[in-house]
Each structure stands twice: as structure tokens, then as C-alpha cells.
């Protein structure tokens, strides 16, 4: 038997113990190894595994034997003593219910079998610390704190306390006032009150920063000063010395000293009417509220400035009111003394159109001296009654205003009465090619009217060329030569009564007639471009997609390749601009080949040459059968084969070509019809007629019914049956059909059978 171990083993903690180097062990049926122990309280371990950890309950010396046994049933035996090492952490706290801010003292008071070597304290907030015996600051409240204790021994053994619970309470006091709100006037007084719904027995002391203090816990105090003041309350815990504090806020105004001016106190007397201005000049504090009343019965008025009309002689008396936001008021009152002249006028009528008069007459005066009448169009006059005035002008919006101004003796106390005066205007007015001058110059051409008359709603126009219209905007005019005309606008508004007319002055200038001349040329010539009446005065450019030596003078040259026109614009001294066309015919080697074709017999053909008519000479060999034989593709309808030889010139015998030409017959000819057709009207296969080659005359084409009546008969190959009979289109049905018909070969040809009408 032989074993391992430590020496020197913790309390409580698992420790292998490894007989691994025992020999002949047998350990099967929960045998093999026991271990005993001198410790009174372990049992013997019997196990089948050679490394079993144990667990040591009890600190002191003491000696561990090992039993092993083989398979005959021979047992040995191994002997240690080790050393069990115990640690017990204990603390106690000088407090456990505590307010914040406060220390609280911690005493280690653990245990160990030999030398406790390092100690870690959790303090609950998050704060730690390895002294023995630390004090800690709590200086934050927090509703429960739980802390605990690490210690470690010499050799290594170690244990925790269970957690101790800190209660904290918070130290709090709540202040009301009455006023709740206090924001107060000079001189009143504030009632203070204190609570006490956090700590025991507390003491009070007051500071209402106005130099007053209490040491109450319910006090008042009355504030003579204005201005913020924050009142602060210390409140301290008697037993502990905790202490917190608060602050209310007291807002004191002073009282207003109220006064006020009017923009009527620089006059010796007030006018009736008066409108008058009152302006709050009440200094302090800057911010208040205005009330008025002005004496007149007229609604009150609030605001820093507000006014009133009187317009009733007699003594008012004004008050003002004003009031801070905290109530504070202060009144004051002025004496208006008012008087004046009175008088109003009438007018014959207040609607006019420009051009015409209004009546103004004087009425219900009262101590007037003198008076001047205001027309509302920058016209007036003086102490004249009745009097009559023109109006030549009509504001913006239609609208003037008609015045009168009475005075008193010496000019003293004027008043006004005023009447509003409508005025209408029909303006004419309209603009040619938007032009609006009243004398304007086109160059001949169309031009369009645009009529901007004002406020009508008839017209008639006169455009100087005996034509005339009545219509709002006559558009485009065509006039039939240039010329100067006097076209005239007149305008109407038949509900007003109001008229006007506009006469403007139209010049059309002649477009410059301009002759341009062309020229025709050999491929690789220079051709030559000019102008046949060119004027010293105008300008010419030629435009074109070839080069021109100069594109300016009235006589140029350019080398086109391929035949090109040449495009001249002439301006003359009045802008106005003629354009001409002029052409370089260019004449290039013609290509020829031989050509032959078949045609069926009785059918036409062309014979194509490819050349610009007028510059080419034709000579066809032979003559007979052309339609034209001095032309670049003549035509012909032969019945048996021909041959022709053609020579082109050109017409300065430029260039020289030759080519051969035949056209052979197809002698075939026949006679034939569809079986079917659909005259549904969709465009297709709607119409059935004579098919085949070679018929030079159709004879006849007849189409029955089933009962022998003739539905269609024509002579024309190209006309054909479309289905209906008198306007009706016939039923689906088999019809029958006759054709006779010479050929081009005057054979006479005939066909019958059936076809088919379907719908």
C-alpha cells in the first residue's frame, strides 16, 4: 500500500488523496481501497477508485491510514498525517440604519488557526476596500445596502460572511406658502410652512433673504422690498445631525405708478371731431397691463397705447388702469375739454364713368366759417357751394374718396365728412404682333391682333382695308398688299354706359422680290451662282450644304459633286427678308447596262434609265412601240419579242453611254376564279372578281342565285362583286358565275362554275 497527498488541506474543501502507486490491488465488488481517519467524526471510504477526494470537516493534526487488498483476499497498509487549516470571517458594523450622509465603521472579527494574511469589504455601493477595519462614507441614498466580508489565511484558506443589511432613510422636509404661488405685491405677507415626513425631531432655520430670519417651523414674513428672493430652509435631525435643505421661491413687484399722455397735449384745444392717442408712460415695472376708459361711452380699450373719436363737444374724463402681473395697480384720470364746428354735403350721384361730373352740395352746418372741398383726384376748391367737378382720372382700383373740411373762426377746429366715389373706366386698348405703339411697321406678312381692352363688353374693329369685325379677339389678319392702314379699336360697357376707342397707325413694308440664277455644269466644274436684280442697299447670304467662295456677293461660285440647291436670303433697308432658290445641275457620267426581261402578253413594261430629266439626250434604235422615244424610260406593250439600242448624250455633251434592251412574251393566257369570299367588311377577301393572264377584253361576268336571278354582271376585268344585290347583302349560300373573255391573242375564253358567299 502507498499514497499521495497534501499536507496541508483547507476545511471543507475537497482534497485527492491518490493511492495510484499501491501494487496487486484488487479492486472489484466495492473493494480495493479504504481509507480511515484519526478525525472522530469521518467514517471510513471504501471505493473501488484509487483517487478519491476527501473532505476534512475539522481543523487540527491528524493521521489518515490506507487498507488495500488483492484478489487472495491479502490486505497492507499506508499511513500520513496531514494538517487541517480552518478560516471563519465574522464583522460587526457601528451602525445599521444610518441617513445620508454618514461613516459607518466596519470591525473585523474573524478567526483562523494560524495568521489571517488579507481581508476584502463589498460595501454595497458598488465602493470596496482591504483594510482590517475600514470606516466607509455613504453619502448617496439608496433604499437597502447589503454588504460582506473575503478573509485569507497563511496558507491559503479563506471564507466569506453571510451579507449584513445597512438601512438608510433620507432626511426631507416639503415647504408650502400662502400664497402657493407667491408672487405678491410689496408689502404683503407670505405664510411659510414646513413638513416633516423624513427624520425625527427636526430644528428649522430660515433665511427670507431680506435680512429676516426664523427659526420657526410654520413662519411668516412680510417683504417691503421688490425683487426674487429665494427663501431657504435648513432642517437637521437633532439626534443624528443629518441635515437638507430647500428653497422657495418668492417673487415680489413693486406697485406701478401709473401716468399717461395723449397726441392731443401739444394743443391749446381739442377739435370735434377728434380722433385722440393715449400712450401708457408708466415707468415701472416694465411689464403691466392696461385698462382705459375714455369718458365717452364708447368701449374700453386695453393695451400700452389705444385711442377713441370724440366727436360730441364736451368735458371727458379719462382713466387709466394699470396692474403688474402680480396685481399691483394704480390708477390715474385726465380732463379733455372738446369742441369744434360741424357740417356734411350730399352728391347728385356716386357712380360716373371717367370724363364725367359730380354735383357737391353743403348741408347740416353748425359755427362753420370757411370749408374746402377735396375731389379725391388732386383736385380741390374753396367756399364754393354747389360746385361741379369732372373726373379725367380713375385710380387703380376704381375708387376715390369725395371730402369736405370745415373750419371754425380763424381757420380754428376743422372737420371732415367724406362719401366714397365710384369711377368706372372702359379703356380700348390692343397691340399688333404685340407690339404696342401706337404706330408700328411690319414687313408683309399675317399678324395678329391682340385685344387688351379694359372692362368691356362689346367692340368694334376697323382695321383700314374696308374689313371690320365685332368679335373680342379677331386673331390673325391677311392684308392684300403692303401699304400703311389706320386700324381702329372701339370699346363698350353697355351695363356702365362707358366708352373708348384706340387708333393706331400700321406700316407693311413690301417683301423684297429677289431673282436668283443657277447654273449647270460637267461633274468636276465650277458652277456659278448670282443674283439677276440685286439692290446696292440689301444684303444677301447664300446658304447651302456645299462650299461657296462667298457667301455674301451677289454673284458667287461653288463645285457640288451631285446636283444642289443653293438658298439666297436678301434683307433691304426696312429688315424685311426675300428668299430665292437657285440650282447647279450637275451632270454625271451615266452607268448602262444591258437589261432584258418576260412579260405575259397583253402586260406593259418601262424601260429604266436612271437620269435627271432635261440634262440628258435619248436616242433609241428602234422607235416603234415607245410611248416616247426622246425620253430616259419609255414604256410599251408588245405581243412578241423586241429588241431596242439606246445612245445618251448630255446636253453639253459631257458624257456618252449605250446599252441594250429586250423584253420577251410569255404567250400563256387563261381564265380563273376564287371558290370563296367573306364580304364581312374586314378588309380582306371582301370583294371576289376575274383572275388570269393575258385578257385583253372581258366579254361579260355574271354571277346567279340559286334560282337563276342575275345578282351581277360587269364588262370592266377590274370591277368586281361585293356581295350585295339592290343594297342587301346576300345569305351564305353557293352562287353561280359566267365569264367570257378574248385574250391578247384573240382567243375567246370562257369560264363557269361555283363559288361561295360566306359572312
Same mark, same amino acid.
Given at each position: 500500500a502507498e499514497f499521495q497527498s497534501d499536507s496541508i488541506i483547507c476545511r471543507g474543501v475537497e482534497s485527492p488523496f491518490n493511492a495510484g502507486l499501491s501494487q496487486d490491488v484488487y479492486s472489484e465488488c466495492w473493494s480495493g481501497y479504504t481509507w480511515q481517519f484519526d478525525d472522530p467524526t469521518m467514517r471510513p471510504i471504501t471505493t473501488t477508485d484509487a483517487s478519491y477526494p476527501i473532505p476534512f470537516p475539522t481543523t487540527g493534526n491528524f493521521g489518515v491510514t490506507l487498507i488495500v487488498t488483492d484478489i487472495n483476499g491479502c490486505k497492507d497498509t499506508a499511513q500520513s498525517n496531514v494538517i487541517i487549516s480552518g478560516i471563519d470571517a465574522v464583522f460587526s458594523l457601528s451602525d445599521n440604519t444610518i441617513c445620508a450622509p454618514t461613516d459607518v465603521d466596519f470591525t473585523d472579527q474573524s478567526t483562523s488557526d494560524t495568521t489571517i494574511t488579507s481581508w476584502f469589504w463589498s460595501f454595497g455601493d458598488l465602493s470596496f476596500e482591504t483594510d482590517q477595519n475600514p470606516t466607509h462614507n455613504y453619502g448617496v441614498f439608496q433604499d437597502s445596502i447589503f454588504t460582506f466580508l473575503v478573509v485569507e489565511n497563511a496558507v491559503g484558506c479563506f471564507d466569506t460572511t453571510g451579507q449584513q443589511l445597512i438601512t438608510m432613510y433620507e432626511l426631507s422636509s416639503s415647504v408650502n406658502s400662502t400664497p402657493f404661488f407667491p408672487n405678491i405685491c410689496v408689502g404683503n405677507t407670505v405664510n411659510f410652512s414646513a413638513s416633516e415626513p423624513g427624520g425625527i425631531d427636526l430644528s428649522f432655520d430660515w433665511n427670507f433673504m431680506d435680512g429676516n430670519t426664523s427659526q420657526d417651523q410654520n413662519p411668516s414674513n412680510q417683504f417691503d422690498d421688490a425683487g426674487t428672493f429665494n427663501v431657504s430652509v435648513v432642517y437637521t435631525e437633532t439626534a443624528t445631525g443629518c441635515m437638507d435643505s430647500t428653497i422657495k421661491t418668492v417673487n415680489v413687484q413693486a406697485y406701478p405708478e401709473a401716468g399717461f399722455t395723449s397726441d392731443g397735449d401739444s394743443l391749446s384745444i381739442f377739435c370735434n371731431p377728434q380722433n385722440?392717442?393715449?400712450?401708457?408712460?408708466?415707468?415701472?415695472?416694465?411689464?403691466?397691463?392696461?385698462?382705459?376708459?375714455?369718458?365717452? =361711452?364708447?368701449?374700453?380699450?386695453? &393695451?400700452?397705447?389705444? +385711442?377713441?373719436?370724440?366727436?360730441?363737444?364736451?368735458e371727458y374724463t379719462v382713466t387709466m388702469i394699470v396692474n403688474t402681473p402680480y396685481g399691483c395697480a394704480d390708477t390715474t384720470q385726465r380732463v379733455y375739454n372738446v369742441i369744434g364746428p360741424e357740417g356734411s354735403f350730399t352728391i347728385d350721384r356716386d357712380l360716373i364713368c371717367r370724363g364725367e361730373a359730380i354735383t357737391f352740395t353743403l348741408t347740416d352746418t353748425s359755427e362753420v366759417y370757411d370749408w374746402v372741398w377735396d375731389f379725391g383726384d388732386g383736385n380741390s376748391a374753396t367756399n364754393v357751394d354747389p360746385i361741379s367737378h369732372t373726373y379725367t382720372f380713375v385710380p387703380p382700383n376704381?375708387?376715390?374718396? =369725395?371730402?369736405?373740411?370745415?373750419? &371754425?373762426?380763424?381757420? +380754428?377746429?376743422?372737420?371732415?365728412?367724406?362719401?366714397?366715389?365710384?369711377?368706372?373706366?372702359v379703356v380700348a386698348d390692343f397691340s399688333l404682333n404685340n407690339q404696342t405703339d401706337t404706330a408700328v411697321a411690319f414687313c408683309f406678312q399675317e399678324f395678329d391682333t391682340e385685344n387688351n381692352s379694359l372692362n368691356a363688353d362689346n367692340y368694334f374693329w376697323q382695321f383700314g382695308f374696308g374689313a371690320a369685325s365685332s368679335v373680342e379677339q379677331p386673331g390673325t389678319l391677311v392684308y392684300p398688299e403692303p401699304g400703311t392702314y389706320e386700324v381702329s379699336l372701339g370699346v363698350a360697357n353697355i351695363e356702365l354706359g362707358c366708352n373708348d376707342t384706340m387708333v393706331k397707325t400700321l406700316t407693311l413694308h413690301p417683301i423684297p422680290d429677289v431673282l436668283s440664277l443657277g447654273d449647270t455644269i460637267c461633274e468636276g466644274n465650277v458652277g456659278e451662282i448670282s443674283i439677276g436684280n440685286a439692290e446696292p442697299t440689301s444684303e444677301y447670304v447664300w446658304r447651302s450644304l456645299e462650299d461657296i467662295a462667298d457667301s455674301t456677293a451677289t454673284s458667287t461660285t461653288s463645285s457640288p459633286l451631285f446636283t444642289a440647291n443653293y438658298e439666297v436670303a436678301v434683307v433691304d433697308t426696312n429688315g424685311c427678308t426675300g428668299i430665292d432658290t437657285a440650282t447647279i445641275f450637275v451632270i454625271n457620267p451615266l452607268v448602262l447596262s444591258d437589261w432584258d426581261t418576260t412579260i405575259v402578253i397583253g402586260d406593259s413594261v418601262c424601260l429604266p434609265i436612271d437620269a435627271e430629266a432635261g440634262l440628258y439626250i435619248f436616242d433609241w434604235n428602234p422607235t416603234d412601240g415607245l410611248d416616247c422615244d426622246t425620253c430616259g424610260s419609255p414604256c410599251l406593250q408588245p405581243l412578241e419579242k423586241v429588241a431596242y439600242s439606246v445612245t445618251v448624250t448630255d446636253i453639253l455633251g459631257c458624257f456618252t453611254a449605250n446599252a441594250n434592251y429586250t423584253v420577251d412574251i410569255y404567250p400563256e393566257t387563261f381564265l380563273a376564279m376564287p371558290t370563296t369570299f367573306t364580304p364581312n367588311g374586314d378588309g380582306a377577301n371582301d370583294i371576289i372578281s376575274v383572275e388570269g393572264w393575258g385578257i385583253k377584253q372581258l366579254e361579260e361576268f355574271r354571277i346567279f342565285n340559286r334560282w337563276g336571278e342575275e345578282l351581277f354582271f360587269t364588262t370592266n376585268e377590274e370591277e368586281g362583286w361585293d356581295g350585295y344585290y339592290k343594297g342587301v347583302l346576300q345569305n351564305n349560300d353557293v352562287y353561280v358565275y359566267k365569264i367570257r373573255a378574248y385574250t391578247w391573242r384573240d382567243e375567246l375564253k370562257t369560264l363557269e362554275g361555283y363559288i361561295n358567299l360566306l359572312r
Open positions: 385722440v392717442v393715449f400712450t401708457d408712460t408708466t415707468a415701472t415695472p416694465p411689464s403691466h397691463s392696461t385698462q382705459w376708459n375714455f369718458g365717452n =361711452g364708447s368701449n374700453t380699450a386695453t &393695451g400700452p397705447q389705444a +385711442g377713441t373719436l370724440y366727436n360730441v363737444s364736451g376704381g375708387e376715390t374718396v =369725395g371730402k369736405l373740411v370745415v373750419f &371754425g373762426l380763424e381757420g +380754428g377746429c376743422p372737420d371732415e365728412s367724406t362719401v366714397p366715389i365710384f369711377l368706372h373706366e
